[in-house]
């Protein structure tokens, strides 16, 4: 990987981008694509997308999500004690005792997620922390002070960990979920603009908000594209390690390659495509099933509308919604090169319908 492109990595995974607050980086992200698109779209509410040969009459879209999961604070006490409510599916387990940013106008403001010691809890009573019980702290004697830093109801909070690398295999840190795929994306973008590649059909390199509470970004941005197909990547479980069941989660493994879902979302000829791909290419993949929704925005894409055909990639992941997130380098970047080379073989002119 290019010096530019692991710059672009850390500087985008250690931004902030909590939902509904996605901007900033949204603008890195934008920045680091746009010598290697025609023209972008940003819509009212975020979402980024770069337009690669525009104004063709087939229209492509590859997609990730750029928001994380975080904290809104709902209630300051007298006593300068902050409460909070999920914003997303924020896990009230993993926070005692991490450090937080409060994003406030006048920039970002340190905390931490206090908990009582051990020697004064009863352990015999001791269960797993609710989000009503979680408490942050951020050193102020009193509710004006806490006010004087500009914190108030609303005020959004980021778990602080940051991005680094273990073993050489992997990457470890917040907010892989799905800023990696964000980053997959626009290095797919990159590849095509370096090897001169004339796309017959505009691609849309796509970069929703707000995923993290119910898909709403791609939601809004498919309606608006009509695109007629949809590539989406974001990440699925790493079932591997202790605590999860194989035989209700499947069996997919960090280092194994890309997973390509089964579902009713999912175009089953779209789907075979791709297989046909990574089989040509010699590209590792796995399979996973899932019953109803993917829990994706390939969901937003494929029931917009009048329906896109739309397949998933995923990209194997441990500990999903922590700070601790884990993705193998390789399957980063067979991710990147199994959309590239799914992208090569169009010709602009599929109809994946299924009756003819």
Not at 144 to 163: P, S
Not at 187 to 202: G, I, M, Q, W
């Amino acid at each position: 990987m290019s010096d530019k492109s692991t710059e672009f990595l850390y500087k985008y995974l250690n931004n902030a981008s909590p939902t509904g607050f996605e901007s900033s980086g949204q603008q890195i992200w934008l920045d680091y694509l746009k010598p290697y698109i025609d023209e972008y779209i940003i819509d009212v509410y975020g979402t980024a997308v770069g337009v690669i040969n525009p104004d063709q009459p087939y229209k492509v879209v590859i997609e990730a999500h750029s928001d994380e999961i975080s904290w809104f604070v709902n209630y300051i006490s007298d006593e300068g004690y902050i409460s909070v409510i999920r914003n997303g599916g924020s896990d009230a387990v993993i926070a005692p005792s991490m450090r937080v940013h409060l994003h406030t106008k006048k920039g970002p403001v340190a905390g931490i997620f206090g908990w009582p010691a051990i020697h004064v809890r009863d352990l015999a009573k001791d269960t797993a922390p609710k989000v009503h019980d979680l408490v942050l702290d951020v050193g102020a004697a009193n509710k004006k002070e806490v006010e004087e830093m500009g914190i108030h109801v609303g005020t959004v909070a980021t778990f602080v960990d940051g991005l680094f690398e273990m073993n050489q295999r992997y990457y470890v840190g917040r907010a892989l979920d799905n800023r990696m795929g964000g980053f997959m994306i626009a290095e797919v973008a990159r590849r095509l603009k370096e090897n001169d590649v004339k796309l017959p059909f505009t691609l849309y390199v796509v970069n929703s908000v707000q995923e993290e509470i119910g898909l709403r970004g791609a939601e809004m941005i498919s309606r608006r594209l009509k695109p007629d197909l949809a590539i989406c990547t974001d990440v699925t479980h790493d079932t591997q390690s202790p605590m999860y069941k194989k035989k209700e989660q499947g069996d997919m493994k960090c280092g194994n390659g890309p997973v390509l879902c089964y579902g009713p979302a999912v175009q089953n000829n779209v789907l075979e495509m791709i297989i046909g791909v990574a089989d040509g290419q010699k590209i590792p993949f796995q399979r996973q099933a899932v019953s109803r929704s993917t829990g994706t925005d390939t969901d937003a894409f494929a029931y917009a509308a009048e329906g896109v055909a739309s397949a998933l990639i995923s990209l194997p992941l441990k500990y999903m919604h922590t700070t601790v997130e884990m993705v193998h380098k390789d399957d980063v970047q067979n991710v990147i090169n199994l959309m590239y080379e799914t992208l090569l073989q169009l010709k602009g002119n599929e109809d994946f319908r299924y009756l003819k």
